[in-house]
């Protein structure tokens, strides 16, 4: 993104958290884990194979993340989401 934005990397950074209130990579973890929320909601993958497809190579790491993040893991994000998904259908 720093090569893109044509910016020093301290530039960006802090236009960055300017412009959306995060850093970088707290607004990358975001993306990612809102994609993991629909996969949830969605899908019966694994949750290994959700963090990798959402970009997180170690699915300990997504995990803890998801749980600091949303306050629920992962698999307590499936059961109380997906139901209600299902429910609205």
Partial sequence: ???LSGLTERSFKRR???ATGMTPMEYVHTLRLEEAKQYLETTDEPVEAIAELVGYADASFFRRLFSRRVGLTP???R???RSMRLAMQ
Wanted: no cysteine; hydrophobic share 40%.
């Fill in 16 to 18: 960055f958290k300017l």
């Fill in 75 to 77: 698999s307590q994000y």
């Fill in 1 to 3: 993104m720093v090569q």
């Fill in 79 to 81: 059961r109380r989401f």
